[in-house]
């Protein structure tokens, strides 16, 4: 069988970042980039979820919290020195929607986080052709949830307006990230509909949840690998002329009102 073209073009001994490795679109992301040849330093707060991956030599896990300046500035100063230049990052980690949150803490632990990382991580130099992809969510562009008069019974959670504002955010994050970082780095996003990780935890078996999936043009969730692929060309010299988007994987969902 032929070995097929090397269609995203990493560069070889390329290391890739991402955050919230642990579990869902963060592990099926270091996977896919693992996959590829890449060393992939997975960072989470879930030092005992870290531990129990079986991933092979390429992987360093690394306990830390996204939200914690201090830890992450000193996280990546370290990272620098043991695992040499950093071209790829992956802005995947955020709490998710129900938590109970103020706005200002949901817009501090999403696009501020998002930020204080890309900037650690870009503070000490990066190899050329460098990339950052954040993931944001259809939530940002619409809201995180069903009103209250169907919440009752769904198995939903209630929605937040600190995760709306903030998965908004981050696409305005990596907007500014794209036009700021001038030739260092390209940014960009994806925007999820609806993962079957375990953050969704029982919702599709209630009336919210099977609504959404009977109104998606496809029918059905997505798959943390169908967001990984997104994220994954993003980032890679495939996508060299793409900077400042925010990319839609809901499946059409979000199309149909
Ligand atoms: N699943 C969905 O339907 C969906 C939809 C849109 C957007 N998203 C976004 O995708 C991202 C990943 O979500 P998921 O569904 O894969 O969730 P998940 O719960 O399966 O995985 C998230 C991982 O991030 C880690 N994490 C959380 N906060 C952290 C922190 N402060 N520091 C380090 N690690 C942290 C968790 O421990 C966990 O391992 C989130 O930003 C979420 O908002 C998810």
Redesign the pocket.
Known sequence: MSAGIDFLGFPAGATALV??????????TAKLLLAQGLTVVG????EA??AALDLGPAFVGLP?????PEAVEQALAELRASVGPIGYLVN??????ATPLTIEEGLA??AG?VQRVTAAWASGGLPAGASVVN?????GAVSGGPPPSVLAGSNSRPSNGW?AAG?AAVGGVTRHQAVSAAGGYRANAV??????????GDLTSGAYGLLMIERSPLGR??Q?EE?ARAIVFLLSPAASFINGVTLVVDGGGTLVY
């Open positions: 955050t919230g490795a642990a579990s869902g679109i963060g592990l099926a960072v989470d707060i879930n979820g870290l830390l919290d996204t939200g914690d995947n980690a955020g709490p998710p929607s632990r999403t986080s993931v944001a969510s259809v939530a995760y998965k925007a999820p509909g609806v993962i079957d990780t375990p953050r969704i969730l997505g943390p967001v």
